[in-house]
């Protein structure tokens, strides 16, 4: 039964093949069994899962069922959960239990989803492999010696291994597509600005956007159904009415028009997953759509731009953890000044404190024009470039990440080659755009991940694009477990 | 681009972070190697493009100025690190 996809789980749930107690059990027993390895999950709330299965089970009985009614998932633990610690990945919210729940978790709980607890994540989702965590790494299911991607690597892996039936995760560069691409899963970037970011841990704003982890589209289609949406308390979510994302799941792709961008196929890409790749555009080809090769010219910029405006916003953000609220506060400080510097070089692990330098500097008197305003305008010409592509076509596609899952401990002795893995997903951030990886082929054994890029707001088209392909082909249905 | 220890000690004091010695020297090449990344911008000329700052150009949005939140200060300062009579201590700040 834990093998079931969220979209299977709702039926099943339906029909009576089994109770949301039985399954979450199920889920809890699994969990018992792998996390010490995977630690996949910082926090299981075990008594909280059963109770809130219960619930549904008693909604159901009444005729009160909707499709999420029941359905365990897992939570990236930078969502606020009222009374369930929200560590973010770190030590300096290693005691941090919020006084309110997210407006996604709060979408979740409304909808009668049963919360099985908080996904391991890389701190403060800095990361592309799930090592920066102050909880240590998450193994990959597919094999344990490898990272499962990052920063959302706790959610993929739960996903993957078949700990829970779907889980929210967040994208700020590619922590979505990425780790969904290395653990063989569907991974949902919407549009920024699609999903409310209350009580989400700040990131960097401009970017940071909730999404979704799932084995299908159609899963997805059924998680963002809960999530998307205008929040009061988010000035920066879009008063665009939300859709029905599973209304146009089955469209026929018949004269759907693919762009390849030339760039995301050019040197840095293994050869293996460039033809995975171009096979799985190729069954698009039998499915009615047509193929052209378009030019992003800016995108080798991206990486440059991102790593300027990431750490500029998260220094500003960062700037919150000083001891006094909540979270970590550093024993016998002497003043104020020590009180701020050591809460912050205790609680901060290296790559954190590294991007609030680098953010630090780049917003600093002297060098603001030279890199943040320079990195905003690059990231104007990587918009325009996506813009003037998506008047020749209807959605971009290539790659998520250049190869497959890499080594624990393989990419930790320079920062620029861990930022260089989202090559491919972090112009999609800077745009705004919605982009979803699905599992296109296995190299050795392992995923590999198709990224496909829509134009803002064409979050129900990418999923009938997904899903579409997902109906014609069984790479979603591999599985490491 | 390459930074020295000195502008480390810069950046972490204007950030609120104290390194050990061990900890800037790291902090030096690591940046260095950032910042050689980052100046890969300048390559591109950019001179009559207007920066975006947000992908949709959006613009704040505005409420009625009406109070929609309830008093929760109790609620708030139970997690926080020293509390008193509802007020946050810190260290003292002046003699």
């Not at chain 1, 633990?77 to 919020?98: E, H, W």
């Not at chain 1, 300027?308 to 104020?336: F, H, K, T």
């Not at chain 1, 997903?425 to 190299?443: D, F, M, R, Y």
Request: glycine share 8%; with cysteine; proline share 4%.
């Amino acid at each position: 039964m834990i093998n079931l996809g969220l979209a299977q789980i709702s039926r099943a749930l339906g029909s009576g093949e089994f109770s949301s107690v039985e399954l979450t059990q199920k889920y809890l027993q699994e969990i018992a069994k792998q996390n010490s390895d995977l630690n996949a999950y910082i926090t299981v709330c075990d008594e909280l899962a059963l109770s809130q299965a219960q619930a549904a089970d008693e909604a159901r009985s009444q005729g009160n069922a909707g499709p999420m009614t029941g359905i365990p998932i897992a939570h990236k633990d930078l969502f606020c959960t009222q009374g369930i610690r929200t560590s973010c990945g770190s030590k300096m919210l290693d005691n941090f239990i919020a006084p309110y729940n997210a407006t996604v978790v709060e979408n979740f709980i409304n909808a009668g989803t049963v919360t099985l607890g908080k996904t391991n994540m890389d701190e403060f989702a800095m990361g592309s492999s799930n090592e920066t965590s102050f909880y240590g790494p998450v193994k990959n299911p597919w094999n344990r010696d490898l990272v499962p991607g990052g920063s959302s690597g706790g959610s993929a892996a739960a996903v993957s291994g078949r700990l829970c039936a779907g889980a929210t995760a967040t994208d700020t560069g590619g922590s979505i597509r990425q780790p969904a691409s290395f653990t063989g899963i569907t991974g949902l970037k919407p549009t920024y600005g699609r999903v409310s970011r209350w009580g989400m841990v700040a990131f960097a704003s401009s970017l940071d956007q909730a999404g979704t982890m799932t084995q299908t589209a159609e899963d997805a289609a059924m998680m963002l159904n809960v999530m998307a949406g205008v929040d009061p308390k988010d000035s920066t979510s879009s008063d665009r009415p939300a859709e029905d994302y599973t209304a146009d799941i089955d469209k026929p792709l018949t004269g759907l028009k693919i762009g390849l961008p030339v760039q995301h196929f050019s040197e840095g890409l293994d050869a293996t997953v460039e033809q995975c790749i171009r096979d799985a555009v190729a069954e698009f080809e039998k499915l009615g759509a047509t193929v052209k090769e378009i030019s992003l010219p800016n995108s080798h910029l991206s990486v440059s731009a991102y790593y300027v405006i990431a750490p500029a916003e998260a220094s500003a953000n960062l700037s919150r953890y000083d001891g006094v609220r909540y979270g970590y506060r550093c024993e016998n400080p002497v003043n104020l000044e020590d009180m701020y510097k050591r809460t912050r070089s205790e609680g901060f692990g290296t790559e954190v404190k590294r991007r609030i330098m680098v953010g630090t500097y780049a917003l600093s008197a002297g060098y603001y024009d030279a890199y943040y305003i320079k990195a905003q305008k690059i990231r104007r010409l990587i918009k325009n470039d996506f813009e003037k592509a998506f008047q020749e076509v209807d959605v971009i596609m290539g790659p998520t990440s250049p190869h497959t899952a890499f080594a624990i401990g393989s990419k930790n002795d320079d920062p620029v080659t861990m930022y260089l893995e989202d090559i491919y997903t972090i112009a999609v951030n800077l745009a705004g755009l919605p982009g979803i990886s699905i599992p296109a082929g296995l190299l050795n054994g392992l995923p590999i991940g198709l990224q496909i890029v829509g134009k803002d707001f064409a979050e129900s088209q990418l999923l009938n694009v997904a899903h579409k392909f997902q109906q014609a082909t069984d790479w979603h249905e591999k599985s490491p477990v | 681009m390459s930074i020295e220890l000195g502008d480390v000690e810069n950046i972490a004091h204007l950030a609120r972070l104290h390194l050990s010695n061990e900890e800037k020297q790291e902090a030096a090449g690591s940046i260095s190697n950032i910042l050689a990344l980052i100046d890969q911008m300048q390559s591109v000329d950019t001179d009559n493009v207007e920066p975006l700052a947000h992908a949709f150009d959006a613009v704040q949005r505005l409420r009625e100025d009406v109070v929609t939140e309830s008093n929760q200060r109790d609620e708030l300062q139970k997690i926080a690190p020293e509390t008193e009579e509802g007020l946050y201590l810190v260290p003292k700040v002046i003699e």
